[in-house]
C-alpha cells in the first residue's frame, strides 16, 4: 500500500468534501480509478489518498505504485461521494484492509462530534494494516484492531447479533467480508447498514435476464437492448461515449438520468430513495422493469 498527497496544480484551495467521498482519477487516457479520501476534510491544501497493490486487476494500481513519480500531474475527473455518514446517535465500523480508507475520516469526524463510536478493524497482518497510530489517537470510541494472524476473522456475530435501532453501520472491505456483514444485518432496521464496495460482486459481472427496448429522449430512437449485452455496451455500440469505470455497479460514473419507465437496478451506489424515484439508473448493470425505458440522451 502507498500513500499520495496531492495538491492542485496552481496552489489553489481543493474543494471541500465529506467523510465517505472519493475522487476518480484518470491514469492514462480512458482509465477511470476512484480512490477514498482518507485524510482530513478540514485540510483543503491536500488530499490523501492510500492505493493497495492489486495484481489482479486491469493495470491502474501497478500504474500508480510503479509509474507515479513526485510532482507528476494527475486530472481528477470527478469527486463523489455514494458513501456519506448519516446522523445517528451510535455508530459501528467495520474495515477489513484497504477499506479503512474512508472509514477513517469517518471515525475522525464521529470522534470530534462526540458521538460514540466502535471500529472494529481487520487485516492479514498489524504490519499491514494502515493508519493503527492514527486512529488511536482518536477519543470516545472503542477500537478493535484484529489482525487476521493474532486473532483469526472478525466476530461478526458478536458486534451485529443484536440489532440495534439507533446504530448506523459502516462497513468497506474485501467482498467476503462485505457479503458477510450484509447476511448479518439483514434483520437490522430498514437503512441501518452503508457499504461501500472497492471490486464488483461476483453476479454483479454478468447481466441479468431478460431484453427490453431504450429510448432515447432526446432523438426518439428506439434501441434494443438483448438478454446477454449490457445497457452500456448497446449505447457505446451506437455511439454515444459515456463515462464509465468499473462497469460493474459500483463506482457511479456512468449514472444516467431516467425519463420514463422502471429500472430494474442491480447496482451498489444509489440509495434505497434513489432507487425508489425511478430518476437514476447505471446503465453498466441496470435494466428494465417496463417493457420501455426512456433515458436522458
Ligand atoms: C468508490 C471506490 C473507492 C475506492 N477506494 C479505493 C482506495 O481508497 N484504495 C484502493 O486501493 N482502491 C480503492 N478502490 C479501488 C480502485 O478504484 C481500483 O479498482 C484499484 O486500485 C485496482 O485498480 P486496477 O486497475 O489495478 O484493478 P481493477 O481492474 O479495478 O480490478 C480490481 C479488482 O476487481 C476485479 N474486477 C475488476 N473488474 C471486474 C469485473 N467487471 N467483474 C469482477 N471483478 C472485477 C479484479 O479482478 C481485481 O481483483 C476504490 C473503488 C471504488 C469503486
Ligand atoms: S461504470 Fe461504474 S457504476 Fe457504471
Redesign the pocket.
Known amino acids: 500500500m502507498i500513500i499520495l498527497e496531492l495538491r492542485s496544480v496552481d496552489g489553489s484551495s481543493l474543494p471541500a468534501w465529506t467523510p465517505g467521498a472519493h475522487i476518480e482519477i484518470e491514469l492514462a487516457p480512458g482509465m477511470l480509478r476512484h480512490y477514498s479520501l482518507c485524510g482530513d476534510p478540514a485540510d483543503r491544501d491536500t488530499w490523501r489518498i492510500a492505493v493497495l497493490r492489486e495484481s489482479a486487476g486491469r493495470g491502474g494500481s501497478r500504474l500508480i505504485h510503479e509509474d507515479l513519480r513526485p510532482g507528476d500531474v494527475l486530472p481528477i475527473t470527478a469527486l463523489r461521494n455514494n458513501f456519506e455518514l448519516a446522523d445517528a446517535t451510535r455508530y459501528l465500523f467495520i474495515a477489513g484492509g484497504i477499506g479503512i480508507t474512508p472509514i477513517l475520516p469517518m471515525v475522525r469526524d464521529v470522534a470530534h462530534r462526540g458521538r460514540p463510536w466502535t471500529l472494529v478493524y481487520g487485516g492479514r497482518t498489524r504490519a499491514s494494516m494502515a493508519f493503527i497510530g492514527e486512529l488511536r489517537a482518536m477519543t470516545g470510541g472503542d477500537l478493535h484492531i484484529v489482525p487476521e494472524d493474532e486473532h483469526g476473522l472478525l466476530d461478526l456475530d458478536g458486534y451485529l447479533g443484536t440489532p440495534s435501532a439507533d446504530t448506523a453501520v459502516y462497513c468497506c472491505g474485501p467482498g467476503p467480508l462485505i457479503d458477510a456483514v450484509e447476511q448479518r444485518c439483514a434483520n437490522w432496521p430498514a437503512g441501518a447498514l452503508h457499504v461501500e464496495r472497492f471490486t464488483p460482486k461476483a453476479a454483479a459481472a454478468t447481466c441479468a435476464d431478460g431484453e427490453f427496448d431504450v429510448q432515447l429522449a432526446r432523438s426518439g430512437t428506439c434501441l434494443r437492448v438483448p438478454a446477454d449485452k449490457s445497457l452500456?455496451e448497446v449505447l457505446e455500440e451506437a455511439g454515444f461515449e459515456i463515462?464509465?469505470?468499473?462497469?460493474?455497479?459500483?463506482?457511479?460514473?456512468?449514472?444516467l438520468a431516467v425519463v420514463d419507465g422502471i429500472p430494474e437496478h442491480n447496482?451498489d451506489?444509489l440509495t434505497d430513495a434513489e432507487r425508489d424515484s425511478n430518476e437514476l439508473l447505471?446503465?453498466?448493470?441496470s435494466r428494465s422493469k417496463s417493457a420501455v425505458l426512456v433515458v436522458d440522451l
Open positions: 452500456l463515462d464509465n469505470s468499473c462497469r460493474a455497479g459500483i463506482c457511479g460514473t456512468c449514472e447496482d451506489v447505471l446503465p453498466c448493470v
